[in-house]
């Protein structure tokens, strides 16, 4: 009865079954690995978030790459905000998805070193996109700015492409190297989201005061459910099995009876 497993529409659902588990399982694997993964860079999240501040001059230096383990690291400056050279990040997002702007500005320190500062989001609020938008002046003289330290920007990292022949004063990627060379100045690595002060009137609208946590448990969820899958792809076979069988039996037998029956006079 089980010659039916030789046919060509159960060889080729057997082989499919049998690509399925495999695939399955090495599905549930990846998802354990980015489960494993995300809970580590949520510790360390989670870690500099807990840190005291401290000068930002102990985190960084100029040329200096901003590691995983620093990033998000709470750093204070003492300065003032440059906002001669300050230019705008484009088509970046605020916490309700609206695109706009970054305001990224030099802030000076007493030694003459420069630390870049994301001072938060602002609307597209120009005229047209090659019109340099609207800014809210910062602090002026000197002040103390504390903000999550955070790497330089990349292509590589961000996706996002570093566009040539934008407006005036308008950059894709937040990257100090490059802005060391447009401001002609000694940068320190990586910049900073700024926390504090808080911006008068709640513009630009700070990003770094609550830095977004992956979802690590998600991934965790997927891989048990790959692998539940994969464990349900045999189980169903074998069901699948047992109703053709039976489907075959009851016809067999119904088949017998007929045959079975008188010849009508």
Sequence with gaps: MYRFLLSRQWVILTLVALLLIPTMIRLGIWQMHR???RTARNRLV????????????????????VTTHDRYRSVTAKGRFDTSDEVVVRRRTNSDDEVGYHVLTPFVLDD????????????????SQTAFPRIPAPPKGEITVTGRLMPDETTAASGIKNLKGLPDRQIMLI???QEAERLGATVLGGYIAQTAPEPKGGSPELI?????KE???LNYAYAIQWWLFSAGVPIGWVVL???????????AAQEAATKAEPAAV
């Design 35 to 37: 489960y494993e993964e």
């Design 46 to 65: 989670s870690q500099a978030l807990s840190a005291e501040p401290v000068p930002v001059e102990r985190m960084t230096s100029p040329g200096h790459t």
């Design 112 to 127: 003459g070193k420069v630390l870049l500062v994301n001072r938060g989001w602002i609307p597209a609020n120009g005229p």
């Design 175 to 177: 990257n100090s190297e």
């Design 208 to 212: 770094g005061a609550d830095p977004g």
């Design 215 to 217: 979802d690590a448990a």
């Design 241 to 251: 099995v047992r109703r053709e069988l039976r489907d075959r039996r009851e016809k």
